[in-house]
């Protein structure tokens, strides 16, 4: 998009940038925070975050508000109705982003009556790498940065092949010792949620792409295939 000679109009879109990297910086705090509540064994923690999930909604529901606004009163064409109708799918995968994180936390809650299954070292680590790439999808984003959405893009691999690593590795403990399925179901579900938070990072930084340069890249994401993953194990 470029600079608007009405200043009004481009403090609208300033203050929608800046509301979505609000959001997404809530979002990414609530992801942290739930694998840390999984890893610590923190229940108080998960519930915490479960009950502050209103505050993503409220941000959902106050970025629709801005950018329909806009839309309404500006009636934008060309980069900029790609840019606010875009940023409206964005909302959406932040705030169904949320909803993940919270999933994972109710699913720490009942890890922590479990006994503990083992250190967790993939988990923290998917987890870290997905919260890396939605700050730079949002950056690429906001700073109009094509080649880093891109990159973003690439990097949704690396997550899915976490996403099979946890899985085989699960499937062995709760294969060795039945005792263990039910921690390990709780953490599959933890990982699989990762994975999709992942699905909804790209979606953003395939969206950002498209806003810059007008074009969408090539459908190639390959998602892991638990039956074959469960073969394989």
């Known amino acids: 998009m470029s600079q608007h000679t009405d200043r009004e109009y481009e403090a609208e879109l300033t203050r929608l940038r800046e509301r979505i990297l609000l959001m997404g910086a809530k979002v990414e705090e609530v992801i942290g925070g739930a694998l840390r ?13 479960i009950a502050g999930d209103r505050e993503i909604d409220a941000l959902e529901v106050e970025n629709d508000e801005l950018c329909l606004r806009i839309l309404a009163r500006r009636q934008p064409v060309a980069s900029d109705l790609r840019f606010l109708t875009i940023a409206l799918k964005i909302v959406t995968d932040l705030e169904r982003m949320g909803d993940l994180a919270v999933n994972i936390s109710e699913r720490s809650v009942e890890l922590a009556e479990e006994p503990p299954l083992k250190p967790y070292v993939d988990l923290p680590k998917m987890g870290e790498d997905v919260r890396r790439m939605l700050r730079d999808a949002l950056d690429a984003f906001v700073a109009r940065d094509a080649d880093r959405a891109a990159e973003v893009i690439r990097r949704d691999s690396g997550i899915d092949a976490y996403y099979a690593q946890i899985f085989r590795e699960l499937l062995t403990y709760m294969m060795e010792d039945p005792r263990n399925i039910t921690a390990c179901t709780h953490l599959l579900f933890c990982a699989k949620n990762l994975e999709r938070i992942g699905d909804h990072v790209t979606n953003i ?4 792409y498209y806003v810059m340069t007008g074009t969408q890249l090539p459908a190639n994401r390959p998602k892991v295939d638990e039956p074959a993953a469960m073969s394989a194990a």
Do not use: G
Not at 37 to 49: H, M, T
Not at 205 to 208: D, G, L, P, S
């Open 205 to 208: 930084a395939e969206n950002a």
């Open 37 to 49: 509540s999984v890893v610590e064994r923190d229940p108080e923690r998960a519930k915490a975050l």
